[in-house]
């Protein structure tokens, strides 16, 4: 049963509570997406020539490139030039020298053999004058009385071929080589287009070529082995010279191929990097790239991304808990939130555009999105903005906090100068007070962190031109937001109420009467909201277009009713029943059509709730015999009951001055005690058990019901003939 338990499938979460999640877990990816996006320390790179406003510390051990190490450089070209060997190239003229007089004392050997008409002193002779070896006597005897001379020719060249292709250098320059530690030489042999890296000590020079490395097994003759050896040996010279411009040009190709190597320096963390008054250099660039590169490094990525995480967390949710003990309303509506939302990944990644810019904290329009959502949702729920995207707004321009200041206090006010706003030019003097108190602040700080006079006053100045743009772009766009979010401002509201509107204008034509009761309700409802802190204009519109509906069937309805006879006295009670709870029902569809506001069609669906048509439920029970057979739900409106302050006054308002028009004596203390029953029955009836009012509030709203209504319907002084003075 345990393990049934804990793999038992867990209920899905309710669908609005799965959307406010999905809505706060979007808004913290999107924070922290615009945060780190091209995340840099201290927000965007400081401009050189600048001055800095504070003193800034390095927050952790790191090093930075400062120009070029030319200490460094020098040792590196000299190593590289170093590392060049000498080029020797062996010369191909010394081997072909020697060979060609080889191959000529050959030659003569051979055409003193054939010959038979000299004699051996004569051709003795004629090898001396060819004899460039050091030959003596002895040896060239055996050149031609030895029968393998001729073998010996291509023996020697051969032999004397690998010597001179090892190259030969000579004793001094062999000896000026170790002297100047050059172990190694670069050899190249041109006609065989090779070269290669040949230790010195494994040069041999001519006299250290021995007559073991002209040793030849292939002649058997000991005394021609002998005299061949003595040729070759004397046959050697150095072939190996130096090419000092080859070697001059391989060094500086390889010094040329050094870059200037980077001067590195190091600083620990805690260090200061830059003080308060301090005109930016590219030195200090330099040191605030290497802490941008650090911290968005491998190593530093997850831990940046868990503190922006941990911030904007504490940023999202706090707000949330807010909205949920203190703004219902918009804590259960999730196209609010998502507005809400929003505005504020918008204004942050505006602070962030703006930033990596390279632009100052004071062109961001933080007050945009507080002020629009005080126009569109209430001034409480836009002051948790203001802060909310103040701080963001702070920390994307470079953890500026004197700038959150800044933003809060221009948001705050403006905030405050639209709380009642009724036309639209006060939506950019909201702008100008923004950017007045935006300007004050940053004199006021920038007096506080020592800034010269031009800085503050021109920060001053772009603050106060930030705020003329949020006016500015305020009133460009409020009715794109009304118009995206349903939801009508007190600006609309105030549009909406001109009697020209077609809605208004039909209900004027149409039924004459009801637009007459609906103004008197609409003072009533309106006196009654302000006097508890509700929205007046809300509730007095509400009352302009609550009986709309009306005007399908207007004869029905006994305020336009030209005649005495009522068209009712045809119907049966459940007919005329039918009719007047069919006006809530048209009035919703034609405020549908006409595409208005939500809203006001809540103060028509509302505006009765779901009280009982009283008059005709009488007339029903006094003509039906079987009163278990007469449904009390067929005399009552459909609903809902009343959901906000606003609906809820209308609602009472409608039946107050109904009722008033049938009082015979409208007196002050006769007025008072039909305003309080009425709100006392609907009280009982429970028609106001789903808003928010309370005893007191019950109690503001039925005197003020009353002054209201006194003043209609005062009396007058009488004038002599019976006439009012001034026809009045």
């Known amino acids: 049963m345990i393990y049934k338990e804990m793999f038992k499938r867990s209920r899905p979460l309710p669908r609005d509570i799965s959307a406010r999640l999905l809505i706060a877990i979007g808004t913290c990816i999107a924070l922290i997406s615009v945060i780190y996006l091209g995340k840099t320390p201290y927000g965007g790179q400081p401009q050189v020539g600048k001055v800095?406003?504070?003193?800034?510390y390095a927050p952790m051990d790191f090093s930075f490139k400062a120009g070029v190490d030319n200490e460094k450089t020098t040792e590196m070209k000299n190593e590289a030039a170093l590392a060049v060997k000498d080029v020797y190239d062996i010369d191909p003229a010394v081997y072909d020298a020697a060979s060609e007089n080889i191959k000529a004392v050959f030659s003569a050997v051979k055409e003193a053999k054939a010959s038979e008409n000299l004699n051996s002193e004569e051709k003795l002779s004629r090898l001396r004058a060819l004899n460039k070896f050091g030959l003596s006597d002895a040896d060239l005897k055996i050149l031609l009385q030895s029968p393998d001379t001729d073998k010996a020719e291509p023996i020697i060249l051969k032999q004397l071929g690998d010597a001179f292709s090892q190259g030969i250098i000579s004793?001094?320059?062999?000896?000026?080589?170790?002297?100047?530690?050059?172990?190694?030489?670069?050899?190249?042999?041109?006609?065989?287009?090779?070269?290669s890296d040949t230790e010195t000590k494994s040069l041999k020079t001519p006299s250290e070529l021995s007559a073991s490395d002209f040793n030849e097994q292939a002649i058997s003759d000991n005394k021609l082995k002998s005299a061949v050896r003595s040729m070759a040996i004397g046959s050697l010279?150095?072939?190996?010279?130096?090419?000092?411009?080859?070697?001059?040009?391989?060094?500086?190709k390889a010094i040329a191929a050094v870059p200037?190597?980077?001067?590195?320096?190091?600083?620990?963390?805690?260090?200061?990097?830059?003080?308060?008054?301090?005109?930016?250099?590219?030195?200090?660039?330099a040191k605030f790239e290497a802490i941008r590169i650090l911290s968005v490094s491998e190593k530093k990525f997850a831990l940046s991304i868990f503190g922006i995480a941990l911030v904007v967390i504490i940023l999202v949710v706090i707000p949330a808990m807010y909205?949920?003990?203190?703004?219902?309303a918009i804590y259960s509506n999730n196209r609010h939130l998502s507005l809400i939302a929003a505005m504020v990944v918008v204004m942050t990644a505006i602070g962030k555009a703006i930033s990596l810019s390279g632009g100052p904290a004071y062109l961001v329009p933080v007050a945009i999105g507080p002020i629009l959502i005080a126009l569109l949702l209430g001034v409480r729920p836009a002051i948790i903005m203001a802060l909310v995207s103040s701080l963001l707004a702070g920390l994307v321009v470079g953890e500026r906090f004197d700038s959150s200041l800044t933003f809060i206090a221009g948001s705050v006010v403006g905030v405050y100068m639209v709380r009642s706003v009724r036309n639209r030019s006060e939506l950019f003097k909201a702008g100008v007070v923004v950017g007045i108190v935006g300007a004050f602040c940053a004199i006021g700080l920038g007096i506080l962190n020592n800034l010269e006079s031009d800085i503050l006053f021109k920060d001053a100045a772009m603050y106060f031109m930030n705020g003329l743009a949020v006016g500015v772009i305020i009133v460009g766009t409020l009715h794109i937001f009304e118009s995206l979010f349903h939801i009508t401002t007190n600006i609309s509201l105030l549009e909406l109420a001109d009697p020209n509107k077609p809605l208004?204008?039909?209900?004027?034509?149409?039924?004459?009467?009801?637009?007459?009761?609906?103004?008197?309700?609409?003072?009533?409802a309106e006196s009654a909201c302000d006097a508890i802190g509700a929205n007046g204009l809300l509730a007095r519109v509400g009352s302009y277009y609550h009986d709309i509906g009306k005007v399908e069937k207007s004869e029905y309805f006994a305020e336009n009713q030209m005649v005495s006879e009522s068209?009712?006295?045809?119907?049966?009670?459940?007919?005329?029943?039918?009719?007047?709870?069919?006006?809530?029902?048209?009035?919703?569809e034609k405020a549908k059509k006409a595409g208005l506001n939500k809203a006001l069609i809540d103060f028509i669906e509302q505006h009765h709730g779901t009280g009982l048509i009283y008059y005709f439920y009488q007339r029903a029970l006094e003509s039906v015999e079987d009163l278990a057979k007469l449904e009390e739900e067929g005399f009552r409106y459909p609903g809902p009951k009343p959901q906000t302050k606003e609906t809820a006054i209308v609602h009472l308002a409608d039946s107050v001055e109904a009722a008033s028009r049938t009082l015979q004596n409208p007196t002050p203390s006769n007025l008072e005690e039909l305003v309080r029953r009425i709100i006392n029955n609907k009280f009982i009836d429970g028609q106001l058990d789903e808003c928010d009012l309370t005893l007191k509030d019950l109690n503001t709203i039925a005197a003020t019901f009353t002054k209201v209504l006194t003043g209609v319907y005062h009396t007058r002084?009488?004038?002599?003939?019976?006439?009012?003075?001034?026809?009045?």
């Open 504 to 524: 208004l204008k039909e209900l004027i034509l149409k039924a004459p009467g009801t637009y007459h009761h609906s103004l008197i309700v609409g003072n009533l």
């Open 567 to 588: 068209q009712h006295d045809k119907l049966a009670p459940t007919m005329s029943s039918l009719i007047i709870i069919n006006h809530v029902k048209d009035g919703i």
């Open 52 to 56: 800095a406003d504070r003193d800034i």
């Open 237 to 252: 010279s150095t072939n190996l010279k130096s090419n000092a411009v080859e070697t001059s040009s391989r060094r500086e």
């Open 260 to 285: 200037d190597q980077d001067k590195y320096i190091d600083v620990l963390m805690g260090e200061q990097i830059i003080r308060k008054g301090e005109k930016v250099t590219a030195f200090h660039l």
């Open 171 to 195: 004793a001094e320059e062999k000896e000026s080589l170790k002297k100047q530690g050059k172990n190694v030489i670069r050899v190249r042999n041109i006609n065989a287009k090779t070269e």
């Open 323 to 328: 909205f949920k003990y203190y703004e219902p």
């Open 717 to 728: 002084v009488q004038y002599p003939n019976g006439k009012d003075k001034n026809g009045a």
